[in-house]
């Protein structure tokens, strides 16, 4: 019985992790549906447990209990069809390897031709604008595109699903609203299931159309926020909308008061 | 004349390195001035000796024996190393089980099997190959394992998101990842590996350079035995210096961190 | 607690495997060269002795010791001389490295040249041993403080002098550790060689003696502990090193 709207399903989910004898509860009985094509944002404290969970989701990290399904199917590796961001760049990519290379790593435990594969990369590399520069090595990249490259890698196998670990925490400001509009342009375009993880509540609620915020020691979801924001959104106009400033007096009242 | 910024920067080492032999010929001068005695002999008539040493045809014959001899030594050596150091690092058993031993041969200074080595099979190259091998592999072994355990979490686990098989992820995450370790223990093991020919030949008289110097020795041509020891600084330097280049071609992502 | 006991099995494991293999297959076909374990244990109680300690042990202990101390002072010294002055080091850096990269044991027979038989000889040839790696690693490490720690020394007025020993000879500890450890190896090595070529006393000798005499299960003793003397300074070494920088040796992980 497989329901199609459900793209994700976490039921129950509780993480604890053992250190010297005592037991660290992380997290405690999270539930959440995303349906197909959602944007969600997982928001909360550092520290929260945030990236466990989205850890948890993608197959990296074992739950203590509860489940994860996708399309149905438990998640116990990582799923097929998956992009996974992280936030150091200097560490996810492999700096042996020329940007193009990176990129393509995904296709290393994919039958593809030649030309196919080639012909992708080059579109992903477009599509962050990174076309000229696929001969590069990541140390030669400044911070912000060397996350382009790390964004590139994720989209490569057209993933039906996008996961997002504090993505842009490395770089710097005025970059970091060029990378979430990027993100939000092709995930649009594409319409994938994306799910990021944030510390930034103006980030979250810019880019997602449900913000679940997660508090607490170990943490539970506290609030969750519908965001009836149209697309696509713009930095200037979105951000200074007085629907968008609500939510955000709402999402940090909710934060502090906990 | 105006000199252009890179013709300055040589000029600049030029002078340098002048400045440098001149200081170093004259503290060399002060103490042989010093010593004043038929054993340490002026810097002229050892770099005369020098001269007539490299015009030698069996000279040329002794330093390729040497480099046989080093690059056969480092090569069986790298082998053993890969093969142990692998072994230590990808399993917590074989660990314990060999670290000790191994970690007791390191402590040994490889010069003390040479008696053994000697009596046994003999003072022909085969013992300055099974010693060097010896000894690169036991320097060569703490880089392979560290170079293992120190790949990046999360190259492991992106390898994981997309699949990838174990012999591919070996090839794209591990080896290149190790080699950016390893590297400097090859430098530091192909200059060891070329110690011990050396003192192999000096010490039983296995063939090559270090045979060589110890005649020289025995036989009271000081200016020679200077002149070997020069000549073994400019082996040992150019080693140094290739496997530099090397790192720098190869690992280029390492230098450029 | 169990945990414990199964490590130490595990790591004694293959020595006594060894040692038995051995015992056994030298019981059937004996090998000069290879004395079985036994025998060896028996000549440990055959050579020991408070004479040839004396004999022995002490003057090898007196040429490292010596030797490896006024080495490592003077490596030190003019490493962090030469990583304070550019000037002087850009004239310095090549010859030391040059002298550095002459193998070890090459250097002994030159030194014996010069300076005949005797201790002095032995001793000055570890001191040179140590010198060269110890003043290489010295330089690099204090030629690399970070810009913000030489901010620090100006904006506090320290000075040259000052400013190197109390902040960019502390800021280097580590990597300057590392060389020290690294030497004691060479000194070792340098200690048994000048001893083997032509001292007639000391470790080394006793081993060369040993195995002319054809006495092979004494040589074994011999070498055994030298062994011993490495292992133990490396233990001491690690010690220090976790005591002094833990900062610097726990963030490594490395293994022993």
């Known amino acids: 019985m497989k329901d199609r709207s459900k793209h994700i399903e976490i039921l129950n989910l509780s993480k604890s992790f053992e250190n010297s004898g005592s037991e660290l509860k992380v997290l405690k009985n999270i539930s959440l549906d995303v349906s197909s094509g959602e944007f969600i944002a997982i928001c909360g404290r550092s520290g929260v447990g945030k990236s466990t969970l989205i850890r948890m989701i993608a197959g990296l990290v074992k739950p203590s209990s509860g489940t994860v399904a996708i399309d149905g199917d438990l998640v116990v590796n990582p799923p097929n069809s998956m992009g996974f961001v992280t936030q150091d760049y200097s560490r996810s990519l492999l700096p042996w390897f020329s940007v193009e290379k990176n990129v393509a790593l995904p296709f290393k435990a994919k039958n593809f031709s030649k030309l196919e594969k080639k012909r992708k990369v080059e579109e992903v590399l477009e599509a962050v604008g990174l076309a000229d520069f696929a001969k590069f090595y990541p140390w030669q990249l400044s911070g912000g595109m060397q996350q382009r490259v790390a964004i590139a890698r994720s989209l490569v196998l057209d993933p039906k699903l996008l996961l997002l670990d504090e993505p842009f925490a490395s770089v710097d400001a005025q970059i970091r609203l060029e990378l979430e509009d990027l993100i939000a342009n092709i995930v649009l375009q594409k319409k994938i299931t994306t799910i990021i993880v944030t510390h930034d509540i103006d980030e979250a609620i810019y880019l997602a159309d449900r913000v679940i915020l997660i508090s607490d020691s170990p943490a539970s979801v506290s609030k969750i926020i519908q965001v009836k924001l149209a697309r696509p959104r713009s930095q200037t106009e979105t951000r200074s909308d007085p629907k968008f400033v609500k939510m955000r007096t709402q999402l940090y009242a909710s934060l502090r008061g906990k | ?257 | 607690m169990k945990k414990k006991v199964n490590s130490i099995f595990w790591t004694l494991l293959l020595p006594s495997f060894i040692l038995i293999f051995w015992e056994i297959v030298s019981g059937f076909k004996p090998n000069p060269f290879f004395p079985p374990p036994s025998r060896i244990a028996g000549a440990i109680q055959e050579v020991i002795s408070i004479e040839w300690i004396l004999s022995s042990v002490k003057p090898s202990f007196i040429v490292l010791f010596v030797g490896y101390f006024v080495g490592a002072i003077l490596g030190l010294v003019i490493g962090s001389l030469l990583g304070e002055f550019v000037k002087m080091r850009i004239v310095f850096l090549p010859i030391c490295n040059f002298i550095r990269s002459i193998p070890s044991v090459a250097k002994v027979p030159l030194i014996l040249s010069i300076m005949g038989l005797g201790l002095s000889t032995r001793i000055s040839t570890v001191v040179i041993a140590v010198l060269f790696p110890v003043l290489m690693s010295t330089v690099r490490a204090i030629a690399a403080t970070r810009n913000e720690l030489l901010d620090l020394n100006r904006t506090l007025k320290f000075g040259r002098i000052r400013g190197l020993v109390s902040i960019r000879v502390p800021a280097a500890i580590g990597e300057i550790l590392t060389g020290l450890h690294a030497s004691v190896q060479v000194a070792v090595l340098a200690m048994i060689v000048s001893e083997m070529l032509g001292s007639g006393v000391g470790i080394g000798a006793f081993i060369i003696q040993s195995q002319s005499t054809f006495r092979i299960a004494n040589m074994w003793v011999g070498v055994f502990i030298v062994g011993l003397i490495g292992l133990a300074l490396n233990y001491l070494f690690m010690k220090i090193e976790r005591k002094v920088a833990p900062w610097y040796f726990k963030s490594k992980g490395l293994i022993a």
């Not at chain 2, 001269?51 to 090569?75: A, M």
């Not at chain 2, 010693?131 to 072994?141: E, M």
């Not at chain 2, 992106?158 to 370790?181: G, M, Q, W």
């Not at chain 2, 003192?199 to 000081?222: H, K, Q, V």
Request: proline share 2%.
């Open chain 2, 1 to 257: 004349m105006k000199l252009l910024p890179v013709q300055r920067k040589f000029v600049n080492i030029g002078q340098n390195y002048a400045l440098t032999f001149g200081i170093t010929a004259a503290l060399w001068e002060c103490a042989a001035l010093t010593v004043n005695s038929r054993s340490f002999p002026h810097l002229n008539s050892v770099l005369l000796d020098l001269l007539n040493l490299i015009k030698n045809i069996d000279f040329w014959k002794s330093l390729i024996v040497t480099f046989n001899l080093t690059i056969i030594g480092f090569v069986i050596g790298a082998l053993f190393a890969f093969a142990l150091g692998l072994a230590t690092a990808l399993n917590k058993r074989l660990n314990l089980l060999l670290s000790s031993s191994i970690n007791f041969l390191r402590s040994i200074p490889s010069v003390v099997f040479l008696p053994l080595l000697v009596a046994s099979i003999g003072a022909s190259a085969r013992t300055a190959i099974i010693l060097t091998a010896l000894v690169v592999s036991l320097k060569l072994v703490i880089f392979v394992s560290r170079g293992v355990l120190e790949t990046e979490m999360e190259h492991i686990e992106f390898a994981k998101i997309y699949h990838l098989s174990t012999f591919s992820k070996i090839c794209n995450i591990y080896i290149p990842s190790l080699f950016s370790v390893v590297s400097t223990g090859f430098r530091l093991s192909a200059s060891r590996a070329f110690g011990t020919v050396i003192a192999s030949g000096i010490i039983i008289g296995t063939p090559g350079l270090g045979r060589d110097l110890l005649f020289a020795e025995s036989n009271a041509e000081y200016e020679r035995v200077f002149s070997y020891v020069i000549i073994l600084g400019i082996v040992g330097t150019l080693i140094y210096a290739t496997f530099n280049v090397i790192e720098r071609q190869f690992i280029h992502w390492r230098v450029n961190i």
